[in-house]
C-alpha cells in the first residue's frame, strides 16, 4: 500500500538528496551554455558567421533546453521526488516528456552535425553552405523522432508509485532514444577516427596528429560520459529503479552542457576569442592580410617549397574551404631582406 501522493512527504534523505544533485549539474549546465551563448552573440560579425561558432551557439540552445526541461522530468521519474498532487504530475508527465526528449535528440543530432563537418573539413570537401542549411533542418529530424516515441512508447504517470514511467517497458525505456544515443556514438567515433586516420596517412606534423588525436579522445570521451549511464539505464530495469545509479546517470546527462562548453571550446582554435584574450581575429577591411617583410643577414638566391598544415576546424568558414598547401619565396642577396612573392591555394 502506498500513501496518496498529496501527503506523502519526502521523508527520505536519500531522495531529498537525489533531487539536490540533480539540481546542480543542472544548474552548472546552464550557466556554461549562457555564457557560451553571450560570448558568441557579442563576438563581431567576422567570427559569428563561421561555422564552428554557429554550431556551438545552437548546441549551447539545445543544451539550455535540455537541463530546462530534464529536471522536472528527473524529479518526477523516481517515486515521491515532487510534492505536488497527481491532478499536477499526470498531465506534466505527458507534456514534459516529449518536450525533454526533442531537446535530447537535437542536442544528438547537432554533435553529429559537428562530427561529420570535421571530417568534410578534413577530407577537403567544400560543402560550408550544405553544413549551413543542415543547421536550420536539424530540428526536423528531432522533432519526428520525439513524436515517434510519443506515439509509440509513450510514459505516463503512475498513480500508486507517483511517479511518471514508461507506460511498456517490453523492451527498454525508450527504444527511440537508446537507438539515437548509438547513431551519436557511432558517427561521432567514426568520422574523429577517420579525421586521426587521415592525419597519419599526410603524415602530418607530430603537434598536428597529438593535437587531432586529443581532440578525438576527449569528444568521444565526452559522449560516452554524457549517454553511457543512461543508456546503460534505460536497458535495465533493475538500474533505472536503483536510486544511486539512476541519479549517477541523471546528474551526467545534466553535465552535458558543461562538458560541451570544456571540450568544444577549449579545443578549438577560437578559444581566445570566448575568453576574451588577444586573437588574430578582427573586422574591417582595413587589417587585411599584408605583405610580410623581415630584415635578415643572409645571402645566396633559392626558392623553397614547404607546406603548411592546417587543422579540419580552421576550414569551418566561407572564407577558408581551401586549405594553404604551399608557399612559395624567393631570399634575394642583394634585397638584404625575405618577401613573400606568391602562394598557392590548392583545395
Not at 586529443?214 to 560516452?224: E, G, K, S, V
Amino acid at each position: 500500500w502506498v500513501e496518496p501522493c498529496e501527503t506523502q512527504p519526502l521523508r527520505r534523505m536519500g531522495k531529498l538528496a537525489a533531487a539536490f544533485v540533480l539540481v546542480g549539474p543542472a544548474a552548472v549546465s546552464a550557466i556554461a551554455c549562457v555564457w557560451l551563448i553571450v560570448k558568441v552573440c557579442r563576438s563581431n560579425a567576422t567570427f559569428r558567421k563561421r561555422l564552428f561558432p554557429t554550431q556551438m551557439r545552437c548546441l549551447a540552445i539545445a543544451d539550455l533546453g535540455f537541463v530546462v526541461s530534464a529536471v522536472p522530468v528527473m524529479l518526477m521519474e523516481q517515486e515521491h521526488l515532487l510534492p505536488c498532487s497527481a491532478t499536477v504530475l499526470a498531465p506534466m508527465c505527458i507534456s514534459w516528456v516529449p518536450l525533454f526528449n526533442f531537446f535530447r535528440h537535437l542536442s544528438l543530432w547537432l554533435e553529429m552535425h559537428i562530427a561529420v563537418g570535421f571530417l568534410l573539413a578534413s577530407l577537403h570537401v567544400r560543402a560550408f553552405r550544405h553544413m549551413k542549411y543542415g543547421l536550420r533542418v536539424v530540428w526536423l529530424p528531432s522533432l519526428s523522432l520525439s513524436i515517434f516515441s510519443a506515439c509509440l512508447f509513450p510514459w505516463r504517470y503512475d498513480g500508486e508509485t507517483c511517479s511518471c514511467r514508461p507506460n511498456d517497458w517490453s523492451i527498454a525505456a525508450d527504444p527511440v532514444v537508446l537507438a539515437d544515443f548509438a547513431l551519436c556514438m557511432s558517427v561521432c567515433t567514426g568520422c574523429y577516427m577517420a579525421v586521426c586516420r587521415r592525419s597519419l596517412q599526410q603524415r602530418a606534423p607530430e603537434s598536428v596528429q597529438a593535437r587531432g588525436f586529443r581532440r578525438a579522445d576527449l569528444y568521444i570521451f565526452n559522449a560516452l560520459i554524457t549517454y553511457g549511464p543512461t543508456f546503460v539505464c534505460y536497458c535495465s530495469r533493475p538500474l533505472y529503479h536503483n536510486l544511486i545509479f539512476w541519479t549517477v546517470s541523471g546528474c551526467l546527462e545534466c553535465l552535458g552542457g558543461f562538458f560541451n562548453t570544456v571540450t568544444y571550446v577549449w579545443q578549438s582554435r577560437y578559444v581566445k576569442v570566448f575568453t576574451g584574450g588577444p586573437s588574430v581575429m578582427r573586422e574591417g577591411p582595413a587589417l587585411g592580410p599584408r605583405r610580410l617583410s623581415y630584415s635578415v643577414g643572409f645571402g645566396g638566391t633559392a626558392t623553397q617549397l614547404f607546406n603548411v598544415f592546417r587543422s579540419p576546424e580552421s576550414c569551418f568558414n566561407a572564407d577558408e574551404e581551401v586549405a594553404v598547401r604551399r608557399i612559395e619565396f624567393n631570399r634575394t642577396r642583394d634585397a638584404g631582406h625575405v618577401q613573400v612573392h606568391s602562394f598557392s591555394l590548392t583545395s
